[in-house]
């Protein structure tokens, strides 16, 4: 099993910054593929951000492209998702997630799942 503990949400103003991250243990960190989802408020939970650190690749949903990105620390057994030019629609409970088996793209339904940080961000 793997073990998710995520950290960093809080509060930012529109156009700021914030950096989630999730420690990973129980498992090999790279042989997963990690993700981020978020929640909003009456919203659907959605894939924000995913990759397969072994295969090198990424993905990110079309609202944040260009403004999020997603790294690991293998070392740290870690995953970040670093937001930048934070928008009020980006306010949501996000998550992190592992997966043994699944392709990291938009139909990603991972195994695991991290407790949620919120992020909140004023205009």
């Known amino acids: 099993d793997v073990q998710l503990q995520a950290s960093g949400g809080g509060l930012a103003q529109a156009g700021g910054s914030l950096r989630l991250s999730c420690a990973a243990s129980?498992?090999?960190?790279?042989?997963?593929?990690l993700g981020w989802f978020r929640q909003a408020p009456g919203k659907e939970r959605e894939v924000v951000s995913c990759?397969?650190?072994?295969?090198?690749?990424?993905y990110y949903a079309d609202s944040v492209k260009g403004r999020f990105t997603i790294s690991t620390d293998n070392a740290k057994n870690t995953v970040y998702l670093q937001m930048n030019s934070l928008k009020p629609e980006d306010t949501a409970v996000y998550y992190c997630t592992a997966d043994w088996n699944q392709r990291c793209n938009e139909r990603l339904n991972p195994d695991y799942w991290g407790q949620g940080t919120l992020v909140t961000v004023s205009s």
């Open positions: 129980g498992s090999s960190f790279d042989e997963h593929t």
């Open positions: 990759v397969e650190p072994s295969e090198g690749v990424t």
